[in-house]
């Protein structure tokens, strides 16, 4: 089983839809979730920290479910720009705290 | 500004030849990442360092060598013994454990 796993998708949405992704880990002492955004041929670029008790930054939230292993982003009023993958990363504990990616979901918004 | 500067953003190479990808940071950060990444694949880590002169090798550093000699600076050489070199090569710091990693713009190596 692989340490963080991501529904490769992609998602095709319109505009103006609400889309969810979900990343599930292995590890159930992980420390620290990500969610990063990547455009095409473009670097990683951090999108928002996942907390416990869940957090939003405008149109989107990021949730913690530590009993069942996932973490999960939800994408409110999709804008054509928010056509992206979206990867979630996991830094897991056991001594060096190394982030690990999952494979990423692409979302791809259309009018 | 502050920021990861990775060079060259693009390269090639002929077959068996040694090539050093350049990953230079002025954030102060302690931790310092070489990523990998193949077209639609995740990123699969080589080579991480979290203090200087010291460094770690991740789940793909067969082919690649690093060194840390300064804080600011973490370069990556692939050599002759990578078998499949071309890909996307990301570089990333944070400023310790457990918190959210800077990204270079990447370097794309070719293999001809």
């Known amino acids: 089983r692989k340490e963080v796993e991501q529904d490769p998708g992609p998602f095709n949405v319109p505009e103006g839809a609400t889309v969810a992704f979900n990343c599930t880990y292995s590890?159930?002492?992980?420390?620290?979730f990500f969610w990063y955004r990547q455009d095409c041929r473009k670097e990683p670029k951090l999108l928002m920290s996942v907390y416990s008790s869940g957090n939003e930054d405008g149109r989107f939230t990021a949730q913690l479910n530590r009993a069942s292993q996932y973490i999960s982003l939800l994408i409110r009023d999709s804008k054509l720009s928010d056509s992206a993958t979206y990867l979630c990363?996991?830094?897991?504990?056991?001594?060096?705290?190394?982030?690990?990616f999952g494979r990423g979901t692409s979302l791809i918004v259309h009018p | 500004d502050g920021g990861i500067t990775q060079s060259p953003k693009y390269l090639f190479r002929k077959e068996g030849q040694n090539v050093t990808l350049s990953c230079e940071q002025n954030?102060?950060?302690?931790?310092m990442y070489w990523y990998r990444q193949d077209p639609g694949q995740g990123l699969r880590l080589i080579y991480y360092s979290q203090i200087v002169n010291d460094f770690q090798k991740g789940d793909i550093a067969e082919g690649y060598s690093v060194s840390r000699e300064k804080k600011e600076s973490f370069p990556l050489t692939v050599t002759s013994a990578q078998k499949n070199p071309t890909a996307f090569y990301l570089c990333?710091?944070?400023?310790?454990?457990?918190?959210?990693?800077?990204f270079g713009e990447g370097s794309r190596l070719t293999v001809l």
């Open positions: 990333a710091s944070s400023i310790g454990s457990r918190v959210e990693l800077f």
């Open positions: 590890n159930s002492a992980s420390q620290s």
């Open positions: 954030l102060n950060h302690d931790a």
């Open positions: 990363v996991v830094i897991l504990s056991g001594g060096s705290y190394i982030p690990t």
